[in-house]
């Protein structure tokens, strides 16, 4: 599904260049669900704008489905983020003024489509969320933005799930539940990667990549 | 993405910042108002006036001296134009087929004294046919053709002008002075409303012609014969206003023995020209004064502006996040272009209703002032307001909405 070659990320700062992926080549399968780990500034992120169709990379070539995605325009990149993948984030991003429901009819009202209330009923009630449909995010916990996060992510029947440190900001108890729900979309046949830097939570998954400065410096299954 | 949800998306932000969006939204408000007020005060001033000469009657034409030699318009003024008209050619006036009356008028301010009562007032030498300009008698009887002929020391007064100078007295046969002359009152004209340039036409006193010309304000024509300022021709009807102004100007041509490539030393002017050049004349002004009032409207579109640029990096954040989520960049754009035009929509519809009754207020005073003045707003100045003040949202709108748009979503979801 998500196919990467020799992929390479580099930052201007003024007249300073500051290399972020230094040749990253990864094939990711559908159906894997996979952890990237990696200290702080190892590129985690900025691989997982680059695959979440958020950015674009400045060498490199990668592979969506099979077509190449690399030399995408702004709008055909919107479209993909809007059609292919769901993202997830730290700090959920949810609008403060508009309610669950509302957040998670988001993506359908840049992606059309009918029947939108229902759609996105139907996604609040896959993260067990139904009953807080019109509550405002600063009235929920952290798990449960998160949670609404995940369904505005799920509403669009994405192939792929990108989660980036999606429980940063969670306490265990939350954090168990957000992760069993990655587990429960893995197993319907979502494709999930995640990005952590806790090795209790990749080892939920099935292979973990680590990075270092830019690179892939090791790829292996889950036992 | 439809544009009924971006409409939506625009006034739930609108609604989020009340405080805000109505401050912003008060520039428009005065702005559009101070030109719809001018603009239905101006249209009002314009149906005034025209209704005012309509009331001195539309089938008249007004023939006055001119001096051939000066150049446009000013050629009728006082200054320039020497008498040039006479009694006789009046008379020879009245034997035009189609003119039912001739009413030669000389006019001027003069100073009623009635005991210790004492008012400026509009004096016009004339003789019997004035009443047919559209007076009536109240008491009494108009000027006559023998009180003409004999040069009578006689006056008739306007309706206001007998109310202030006799209160409830009958002044029928009563003695007043006139520029310190003595003149018997034979008559009161009933009320005709109306005013010219704030004299009521109910505020005049009539003696004849000849006793204006010797007694009362002597002026010559270069020929050695009594002026006279004006000759008002009543016509027998609109169709006949092109023959009779040929006839007057072959009549007087021929008695001023004018030679064939020399102008007239006389000017023909109907109510409806005059009415025409008044209307153009409010109009020109109206439009001035809501030029300058669009400054306002100036004024509110860059505050507009203002606040959309502190709209846009206020909510970097969610511009991020509704492009992370697929808005595209015509998405964003749209969003906040339609927020800025409906601000400016909204303040424009408060704005024309705020204007509205601005200028009901201003007709209010002017009419208790004496000017009995109809504020009219036409549909025309409410679609150019509406479509002014869209046009102002959307020129305001547009460099902050497309600073929106170009955000770069992943720098945009980490703004802080």
């Known amino acids: ?223 | 993405m439809k544009f009924i949800e971006s409409f939506t998306i625009a006034l739930r932000s609108l609604f989020a910042n009340k405080l805000r969006s109505s401050l912003t939204m008060l520039g428009i408000i005065i702005g559009v108002s101070a030109v719809i007020a001018i603009m239905a005060g101006g249209r009002g001033m314009e149906n005034y006036v025209t209704s005012t000469l309509e009331d001195m009657g539309t089938d008249i034409l007004y023939v006055t001296p001119s001096n051939p030699n000066a150049p446009g318009a000013a050629a009728m003024a006082p200054g320039y134009a020497t008498a040039t008209l006479t009694l006789d050619d009046a008379e020879a006036i009245a034997r035009i087929p189609s003119v039912l009356g001739v009413a030669p008028t000389n006019e001027n301010f003069v100073e009623l004294t009635f005991g210790d009562e004492t008012l400026a007032s509009v004096i016009e030498g004339t003789t019997p046919e004035f009443k047919d300009l559209g007076y009536d008698i109240a008491s009494g009887q108009f000027i006559t053709e023998r009180n003409v002929a004999s040069r009578d020391m006689v006056a008739v007064l306007g309706s206001e002008t007998a109310k202030k100078l006799f209160s409830d007295e009958d002044p029928l046969g009563q003695k007043i002075k006139i520029n310190e002359k003595r003149f018997t009152v034979v008559g009161v004209l009933s009320s005709k409303g109306g005013a010219m340039f704030g004299f009521s036409l109910d505020e005049i006193v009539a003696v004849p012609i000849t006793t204006y010309q010797t007694r009362l304000f002597p002026q010559r024509t270069p020929g050695g014969e009594d002026a006279v300022q004006s000759i008002g021709v009543i016509v027998s009807g609109p169709e006949a206003m092109d023959n009779v102004t040929a006839d007057i100007e072959t009549t007087l041509r021929n008695r001023h023995r004018i030679d064939e490539d020399e102008k007239d030393d006389f000017t023909i002017v109907s109510m409806e020209q005059m009415i025409g050049a008044f209307s153009d004349i409010t109009g020109v002004v109206s439009i001035f004064l809501a030029a300058i009032a669009s400054i306002g409207l100036l004024v509110a579109s860059i505050g507009i502006m203002n606040i959309m640029l502190v709209s846009v990096t206020e909510r970097t954040r969610e511009i991020g996040i509704r492009k992370a989520v697929g808005a595209k960049r015509r998405d964003i754009l749209l969003q906040f272009l339609l927020e800025a035009a409906t601000l400016s929509l909204i303040g424009g519809g408060a704005g024309i209703a705020f204007g509205w009754a601005l200028s009901l207020v201003i007709s209010i005073i002017a009419t208790l002032a004496g000017f009995p003045l109809q504020a009219t707003l036409s549909p025309l100045h409410v679609i150019i307001a509406v479509g002014v003040s869209v046009f102002i949202g959307l020129a305001s709108g547009i460099y902050p909405a497309m600073r929106a748009a170009r955000l770069n979503p992943i720098d945009a979801l980490h703004y802080e």
């Open chain 1, 1 to 223: 599904m998500i196919e990467l070659e020799n992929i390479t990320k580099i930052y201007r700062m003024g007249k300073v260049e500051v290399p972020a992926l230094r040749g990253i080549t990864l094939d990711i399968k559908q159906g894997e669900m996979v952890a990237i780990i990696g200290a702080s500034g190892s590129g985690k992120s900025t691989l997982m704008n680059i695959v979440g169709f958020l950015d674009k990379p400045t060498l490199g070539r990668y592979l969506f489905d099979g077509a190449d995605v690399s030399r995408l325009s702004d709008n055909q990149l919107a479209v993909m983020r809007n059609k292919k993948v769901g993202f997830v984030f730290q700090t959920y991003n949810l609008l403060p003024r508009a309610s669950a429901l509302s957040n998670v009819d988001l993506p359908l009202i840049y992606g059309g489509g009918g029947q939108k209330r229902k759609r996105a009923m139907e996604s609040l009630e896959r993260v067990g969320l139904a009953t807080r449909a019109k509550h405002k995010p600063t009235e929920l916990s952290g798990g449960e933005q998160q949670r609404v996060a995940i369904a505005r992510a799920l509403v669009n029947n994405p192939a792929l799930i990108l989660a980036d440190e999606p429980t940063g900001n969670l306490d265990s108890a939350s954090t168990a539940e957000i992760i069993s729900i990655f587990r429960q979309l893995n197993q319907d046949g979502i494709t999930v990667v995640m990005v952590t830097h806790e090795m209790d939570i990749a080892e939920q998954t099935q292979r973990i990549i680590r990075l270092l400065d830019g690179k892939v410096i090791s790829d292996e299954k889950v036992a």
